[in-house]
């Protein structure tokens, strides 16, 4: 299975920052790499697709960037509703795997 | 508005099984996949597996192969997936989500708690 290393796992920012999360795949996972947002107590919601697509009603704060191995999920200014945690999942391969999360919380 | 509802939560004794649903409202049921993923309390996530309403095709994770059962019911356009032999190792909140090779819109999950 490919693996996915997700980092941090967790960061502290304060509003109106520009806060950037990473996920590493242990190999070429093409542009197959989703992000999403999960609040506590609720189901997650995605995010970005295949890099860097913006999924329906997503505010523009939110992007994605990368490709290969590496990859990105930036949040331009820091809103206080943006606190969660976030994960990527690559679909690359038959069988799925995510990161391992970040936990985001305002300073 | 695409919705997911998933029956609600689980006690179970070891040995058991516990079959969830996942019915499913606001597009077309057998135009998408539905998928199955696994959250353990503090962990991270896991894919089980994928069940394609219209055709019944199903791909399991692996290490979920023997553990998971997924089926449809197009009627009620409502997905189910049943795990056996449940143990410890299996409380946790199981998702199911819609997509199209990627998972758009998920269900609020069921807990499931094994436990004597």
């Known amino acids: 299975d490919i693996q996915m290393t997700q980092s941090p796992s967790f960061l502290s920012a304060s509003v109106g920052d520009r806060v950037t999360i990473n996920c590493k795949a242990s190999q070429n996972i093409n542009k197959y790499l989703d992000w999403y947002q999960q609040k506590l107590g609720e189901a997650p919601k995605l995010l970005i697709y295949n890099t860097n697509s913006l999924h329906t009603g997503i505010p523009s704060r939110f992007s994605g960037s990368g490709s290969g191995t590496d990859f990105t999920l930036t949040i331009s200014s820091l809103q206080p509703e943006d606190v969660a945690t976030y994960f990527c999942l690559q679909h690359n391969s038959g069988s799925w795997t995510f990161g391992g999360g970040t936990k985001l919380e305002l300073k | 508005q695409v919705q997911l509802q998933q029956s609600g939560a689980e006690l179970v004794k070891p040995g058991s099984s516990v079959k969830m649903s996942c019915k499913a409202s606001?597009?077309?049921?057998?135009?998408?996949?539905i998928y199955w993923i696994k959250q353990r309390p503090g962990q991270g996530l896991e894919w089980i597996g994928r069940i394609g309403p219209g055709s019944g095709d199903t791909n399991y994770n692996e290490k979920f192969k023997g553990k998971a059962t997924f089926t449809v019911d197009k009627s009620s356009s409502t997905a189910y997936m049943q795990l056996s032999s449940l143990t410890p190792e299996d409380t946790a909140v199981y998702y199911c989500?819609?997509?199209?090779?990627?998972?758009?819109?998920w269900g609020q999950g069921v807990m499931v708690t094994v436990s004597s």
């Open positions: 606001g597009y077309t049921f057998t135009s998408y996949y």
């Open positions: 989500a819609r997509g199209r090779g990627i998972p758009d819109y």
